[in-house]
């Protein structure tokens, strides 16, 4: 089983159990910026306080939880570490209101190479996400989608919601790391 395989067998969970998600991370940064090789599934789903507690216990009852007491964990760091039926890990972010519930709203249905679909963040959101998270890592993924959406993404939505968590986030600068990859992107196009 894949990774691709992994994302829609949870996708597929998620919708019988009508949770909002949105698929994050790796497989999200294939689809909207470079190719890059990814072991797990990261999901962010958005539950109301009186849901989370049975979602979990469904949750480590359809798939394999990766630690002994993994709702005990889920609940206090807001994250479910899961794997599939092969083994992929799977972590299952529990989001919370404002930004990541405009996220997992503004996810777009898309298919995969399986033929199967799944709900996708968008280009915008995963920007933002990857800036928040500002890893080198992080900062090659944002010039990687930046480059490869640059026609189509929505700049004044990306940088309301940096702005306000450039006031949040001390540790680095969320608005230069996506600037600078912009500016890349204007300055190659110049140089054409």
Known sequence: MSVLDAAAEVADFLNEQAVP??????LAVQYWGD?????????VVLLSPEQTARFLEAAVQAFKPRLQDAVAFAEANRILLISDASGTPVDISLGIPGYEEEAVRRAVTVTLPNKRSIRLIRAEDLVVHKCIAGRPRDREDV??????QYTSLN???IREWLSQFAELIDDHDVVAIFESALQRVQADLNDR
């Open 35 to 43: 190719a890059r090789t990814t072991r797990d599934v990261d999901v």
């Open 21 to 26: 998600y949105a698929i994050i991370g790796g």
């Open 143 to 148: 010039a990687g989608i930046v480059a490869r």
């Open 155 to 157: 700049v004044t939505y």
